[in-house]
Each structure stands twice: as structure tokens, then as C-alpha cells.
């Protein structure tokens, strides 16, 4: 069955590749974002939750007797992160069970020499994909399918399957450029997150709440700009200094400590902006009392009150934000309540996540810290819940934007799949 894209566009499977064209002793390119939390100093893999979930599509297709290349992107050129995908490669043989070749070529000789080479049943990883200077450009597929890269590669694959649904919010070559040439398919992880995302443009699925916290404000506002003018949201709970920034523009006292902390941390340029979004009926919550600390002791302090400085939600906004989320038929969550990376401020993530899991709301979670929540209080198989492989795309999704990395895989059904789409 293929996937629904906001009920507008069909975008095929693996199933319906293997339906319509066949998948075995087909070399399938494979794109995944197994792009990982590294370790500055040592250059190890810190996390690799992208690479266990991966895993999954790349045993499939090989099960049904394709030959797979695998290929993704690690961090940014000229950030400690822009490392090659060697270590990646021994995770994923890890995680697949499978042997997993890896070569540190993308688009040269010794790469497309490894790719003809390769048999049904076996895996190869590319490396790092922006190690190509393309990757990094924003265009459209059109042109994308022009590029060295794919002109490249594209000829030596029978079909594309994109399962990157972290980086479906860019439209490099990777990701949009080879669904213009080769029949195109969504993976394992990109169905099963736009299964879990199509809930939320169901009409009946409201009152829908958004818990937003963690770090990345600048991020975080330009989300809340889309949610609001879509329509997309009814009550948005902040945490975390997106809070903090609410709660100076809307002229509460947070206390000296804590604008010094926005201050340094570039955020106060953002208050015009939030102020904005006030103004035109932003419908959040600010917390009411806080964990403070105040030298070196944890203070429960109220707003108004308040000398320390800021590191978790405190009880009442906790008491406040789960009535608040008893009414929701669906909750969003991302970034963390407060500083969760000292254990003595995690409850207030702790006790939102569980509240939220033990409401009737369906329950969506995306970045990495919730999650390392979820998975300390055991919650990660309840069925009301999707964690989502995805950050900026998965708000950006839910804030109703278009994808680029979804677009193309609607485009090129429409080209490759006249027996899905008409
Ligand atoms: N009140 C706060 N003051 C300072 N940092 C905070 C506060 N609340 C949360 N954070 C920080 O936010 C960071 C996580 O935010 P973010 O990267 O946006 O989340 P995610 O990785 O889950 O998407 C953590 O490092 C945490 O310490
Ligand atoms: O980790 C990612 O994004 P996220 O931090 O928003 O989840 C994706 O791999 C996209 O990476 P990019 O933001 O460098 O294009």
C-alpha cells in the first residue's frame, strides 16, 4: 500500500516496488540519515538510534533479494561532526546482522567500481555524502537531477528508496535528485513516520497541544510562526528557554541570572519576534513556578520570585501543563523541560512525558533528549505513542510545510507509478 501524503499525493513503498517491478536482483540505492550525535575529541558514535532504526529497511531489502547501497550524510563540512562513515559502517553491520562493506568514495571510480561489483544479498555504505560539494546546495530536483552526483550514480540502480525522513527538509541531490530518475519509494523508517504524522491532518484529532522546550529557540520560533498562521496548533505548553523567552516577552520577571543567560546565549534578539506572535494570539503557556538553583542549593521558586537560576519546570507548571494535556487528543513534544543533563533536573521531562503517555491523546516525540526520557522510565512500546526519528523535519512537517525530500517522491510516482497515481 503506498503512503498518503496529507491525503494529496501517493508516495509508493518497498512493497510496491517489489509489486509492480520487482525487487529481486535489483541494486537498490538506499538513502538513510544515519548522521549521529560524534564525540569532539575521540570521533566516536555517541548515540546511534538512526543507524539501529535503519537497519531495519536495509535487512528487508536485502531479504527480498535486492543488491543495497547505502549512503547518508554525517554532520557539516568544516564541524567536528563532518567525519567519514567508517565507524557508522561497523554499527550498521551491527545492527543488521549482516557483513556491510564499506568504502570511503561517494561518486569516484573506486565507488561506482565497488557498486557494479556488487551481488544481490550484499551491502555496501558510500561515504559521506556531503563529502560531494552538491550535497550542500539547496535546488530544486529538476536541476538536482542534473548534477554530477546523480547523473553519476542513478545509471548503475534500478530504483531509489529515500528512508532519511530527518533530512526530507532539504532539497539536496541525495534526497530530491535521484526520485526524477529512477522509480522511487519511501523506506521502512519514512513510512512508518508518515503514517504515524498523517494522524495529526485527521479534523478529529484536536485538541492537539505542543510541548516545546530545549534549547533551539531560533529553530523552535520559526516553527511556532508556521504553526499559527497554518492553524496547526491549539494550545502550545513552553519549557526550557523557549519559556524563558515567552515569559520576558510577555514582561514577566524572570529574574537578573536568567537574562543574562538569554542574553549570552544570543536569545533576547528573538523578543520582537515572540512579542509578535503574542500580539496575533499565539495561544502558550509559560510555566508558573521553576527549579532553580541558587548557590549550589535547588530552590523551588515561583515567578515573580525568582533569584536563581533556571533548570527545570517546577511542580504547579507540571500540575498545570498535565490538566492542560487530559484534554488533548493529540500531543507534540520536543526538547527537554529543563537541564536534563544533570539528573537532579529531569523530573519535570520525566513527569510531562508521563503524563502525556498516560493521557488520551496520541502522542508524538521527536529529538534526542525526550527520547533518552522515554526510554529511562521504559515507556517506548506504548501503542498511543510515535517516537520520530526526525527534529526540524518532523516540526516542520507537522507546521504543515512541504517537504522537499516527500515532494520528490510524489513527483516521481507520478512519472515511474501511472499504476498508483493515474
Ligand atoms: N532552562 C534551560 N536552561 C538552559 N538550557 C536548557 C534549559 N532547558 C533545556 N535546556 C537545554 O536544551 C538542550 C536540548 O535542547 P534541544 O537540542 O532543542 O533538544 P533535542 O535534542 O531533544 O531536539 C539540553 O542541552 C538542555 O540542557
Ligand atoms: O539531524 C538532522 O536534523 P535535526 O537535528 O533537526 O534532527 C538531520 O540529519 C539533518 O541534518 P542537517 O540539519 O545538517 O541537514
Given at each position: 500500500?503506498?503512503?498518503?501524503?496529507?491525503?494529496?499525493?501517493?508516495?509508493?513503498?518497498?512493497?510496491?516496488?517489489?509489486?509492480?517491478?520487482?525487487?529481486?536482483?535489483?541494486?537498490?540505492?538506499?538513502?538513510?540519515?544515519?548522521n549521529s550525535p560524534i564525540d569532539p575529541e575521540t570521533k566516536d558514535i555517541l548515540d546511534d538510534s538512526r543507524i539501529r532504526a535503519h537497519a531495519?529497511?536495509?535487512?528487508?531489502?536485502?531479504?527480498?533479494?535486492?543488491?543495497?547501497?547505502?549512503?547518508?550524510?554525517?554532520?557539516?563540512?568544516?564541524?567536528?561532526?563532518?567525519?567519514?562513515?567508517?565507524?557508522?559502517?561497523?554499527?550498521?553491520?551491527?545492527?543488521?546482522?549482516?557483513?556491510?562493506?564499506?568504502?570511503?568514495?561517494?561518486?569516484?571510480?573506486?565507488?561506482?567500481?565497488?557498486?557494479?561489483?556488487?551481488?544481490?544479498?550484499?551491502?555496501?555504505?558510500?561515504?559521506?555524502?556531503?563529502?560531494?560539494?552538491?550535497?550542500?546546495?539547496?535546488?530544486?530536483?529538476?536541476?538536482?537531477?542534473?548534477?554530477?552526483?546523480?547523473?553519476?550514480?542513478?545509471?548503475?540502480?534500478?530504483?531509489?528508496?529515500?528512508?532519511?525522513?530527518?533530512?526530507?527538509?532539504?532539497?539536496?541531490?541525495?534526497?530530491?535528485?535521484?526520485?526524477?530518475?529512477?522509480?522511487?519509494?519511501?523506506?521502512?523508517?519514512?513510512?512508518?513516520?508518515?503514517?504515524?504524522?498523517?494522524?495529526?491532518?485527521?479534523?478529529?484529532?484536536?485538541?492537539?497541544?505542543?510541548?516545546?522546550?530545549?534549547?533551539?529557540?531560533?529553530?523552535?520560533?520559526?516553527?511556532?510562526?508556521?504553526?499559527?498562521?497554518?492553524?496547526?496548533?491549539?494550545?502550545?505548553?513552553?519549557?526550557?528557554?523557549?519559556?524563558?523567552?515567552?515569559?520576558?516577552?510577555?514582561?514577566?520577571?524572570?529574574?537578573?541570572?536568567?537574562?543574562?543567560?538569554?542574553?549570552?546565549?544570543?536569545?533576547?534578539?528573538?523578543l520582537p519576534r515572540a512579542r509578535r506572535l503574542l500580539l496575533r494570539g499565539l495561544p502558550i503557556e509559560t510555566p508558573v513556578d521553576f527549579r532553580?538553583?541558587?548557590?549550589?542549593?535547588?530552590?523551588?521558586?515561583?515567578?515573580?520570585?525568582?533569584?536563581?537560576?533556571?533548570?527545570?519546570?517546577?511542580?504547579?507548571?507540571?500540575?498545570?501543563?498535565?490538566?492542560?494535556?487530559?484534554?488533548?487528543?493529540?500531543?507534540?513534544?520536543?526538547?527537554?523541560?529543563?537541564?536534563?543533563?544533570?539528573?537532579?533536573?529531569?523530573?519535570?521531562?520525566?513527569?510531562?512525558?508521563?503524563?502525556?503517555?498516560?493521557?488520551?491523546?496520541?502522542?508524538?516525540?521527536?529529538?534526542?533528549?525526550?527520547?533518552?526520557?522515554?526510554?529511562?522510565?521504559?515507556?517506548?512500546?506504548?501503542?498511543?505513542?510515535?517516537?520520530?526519528?526526525?527534529?526540524?523535519?518532523?516540526?516542520?512537517?507537522?507546521?504543515?510545510?512541504?517537504?522537499?525530500?516527500?515532494?520528490?517522491?510524489?513527483?516521481?510516482?507520478?512519472?515511474?507509478?501511472?499504476?498508483?497515481?493515474?
Amino acid at each position: 500500500m503506498p503512503c498518503s501524503l496529507r491525503n494529496k499525493h501517493l508516495i509508493p513503498t518497498i512493497d510496491d516496488i517489489d509489486k509492480y517491478f520487482g525487487i529481486k536482483g535489483s541494486k537498490i540505492l538506499l538513502r538513510i540519515d544515519i548522521n549521529s550525535p560524534i564525540d569532539p575529541e575521540t570521533k566516536d558514535i555517541l548515540d546511534d538510534s538512526r543507524i539501529r532504526a535503519h537497519a531495519v529497511t536495509v535487512r528487508e531489502l536485502v531479504e527480498r533479494g535486492a543488491a543495497v547501497v547505502a549512503m547518508s550524510h554525517q554532520g557539516r563540512p568544516g564541524d567536528s561532526d563532518f567525519v567519514s562513515l567508517g565507524k557508522h559502517a561497523e554499527l550498521l553491520e551491527k545492527h543488521t546482522g549482516l557483513p556491510v562493506r564499506f568504502i570511503d568514495d561517494v561518486i569516484g571510480p573506486a565507488a561506482r567500481e565497488a557498486i557494479k561489483s556488487l551481488q544481490p544479498g550484499e551491502v555496501l555504505l558510500l561515504d559521506n555524502t556531503r563529502l560531494v560539494s552538491e550535497e550542500i546546495i539547496e535546488a530544486t530536483p529538476e536541476k538536482h537531477a542534473e548534477s554530477i552526483f546523480v547523473t553519476r550514480l542513478a545509471p548503475l540502480f534500478n530504483y531509489y528508496v529515500n528512508d532519511a525522513f530527518a533530512t526530507a527538509h532539504r532539497s539536496q541531490p541525495s534526497i530530491v535528485g535521484f526520485p526524477m530518475r529512477l522509480p522511487s519509494a519511501a523506506g521502512r523508517v519514512m513510512e512508518r513516520e508518515l503514517t504515524a504524522l498523517s494522524k495529526l491532518y485527521n479534523p478529529e484529532e484536536r485538541p492537539r497541544v505542543f510541548v516545546l522546550g530545549g534549547g533551539k529557540v531560533h529553530d523552535t520560533l520559526r516553527i511556532l510562526e508556521h504553526l499559527h498562521s497554518n492553524g496547526a496548533v491549539d494550545r502550545i505548553l513552553a519549557t526550557g528557554l523557549v519559556a524563558e523567552l515567552f515569559m520576558v516577552a510577555k514582561g514577566i520577571n524572570i529574574g537578573e541570572a536568567n537574562l543574562r543567560v538569554l542574553e549570552a546565549k544570543g536569545l533576547l534578539s528573538l523578543l520582537p519576534r515572540a512579542r509578535r506572535l503574542l500580539l496575533r494570539g499565539l495561544p502558550i503557556e509559560t510555566p508558573v513556578d521553576f527549579r532553580t538553583l541558587v548557590d549550589d542549593h535547588i530552590e523551588v521558586e515561583t515567578i515573580g520570585h525568582i533569584k536563581g537560576v533556571i533548570k527545570d519546570i517546577g511542580p504547579q507548571t507540571v500540575k498545570m501543563y498535565t490538566e492542560i494535556m487530559k484534554e488533548a487528543r493529540l500531543i507534540v513534544m520536543r526538547g527537554p523541560a529543563g537541564v536534563i543533563e544533570d539528573p537532579r533536573f529531569r523530573e519535570g521531562s520525566r513527569e510531562l512525558v508521563r503524563a502525556a503517555i498516560e493521557s488520551n491523546a496520541y502522542v508524538i516525540v521527536g529529538g534526542g533528549h525526550l527520547n533518552s526520557i522515554i526510554a529511562e522510565l521504559g515507556l517506548a512500546g506504548r501503542p498511543n505513542l510515535h517516537i520520530s526519528t526526525g527534529g526540524g523535519a518532523l516540526l516542520l512537517f507537522l507546521a504543515g510545510e512541504d517537504l522537499p525530500g516527500l515532494t520528490a517522491l510524489a513527483k516521481s510516482a507520478e512519472k515511474f507509478f501511472s499504476q498508483l497515481t493515474g
